[in-house]
Nanobody, 114 residues
Framework: QVQVAESGGGLVQPGGSLRLSCAAS????????MGWYRQSPGKQRELVAK???????TYADSVKGRFTISRDGAKNTVHLQMNSLKPEDTAVYLC????????WGQGTQVTVSS
């Protein structure tokens, strides 16, 4: 079993920045991919960014140029640097770890508001 823990959410003004972190722990064999989805009321869960074990990155069009994902394979952690935040970025951000199965964290709230 793999445990996933997120941190770093909060309230920020439009144009501000936040850094989310996610750490995987437990009986880890090999992590293929880690990343972030987000979920807001009335909307479908959407992929924000993900990174493979080979450091290949994927971003949603809505966050390209503003968000950067980075992964520390040795520590089984992934970070999401979010800059130039907009109110529409407000959501619960959920970290996932794709190992032999997909594991999810409980989510961290990001609120962008003045």
């Amino acid at each position: 079993q793999v445990q996933v823990a997120e941190s770093g959410g909060g309230l920020v003004q439009p144009g501000g920045s936040l850094r989310l972190s996610c750490a995987a722990s437990g009986n880890i064999v090999s992590i293929f991919e880690m990343g972030w989805y987000r979920q807001s009321p009335g909307k479908q869960r959407e992929l924000v960014a993900k990174v493979t074990s080979g450091q290949s990155e994927t971003y949603a069009d809505s966050v390209k140029g503003r968000f950067t994902i980075s992964r520390d394979g040795a520590k089984n952690t992934v970070h999401l640097q979010m800059n130039s935040l907009k109110p529409e970025d407000t959501a619960v951000y959920l970290c996932f770890v794709y190992e032999l199965a997909v594991y999810w964290g409980q989510g961290t709230q990001v609120t962008v508001s003045s």
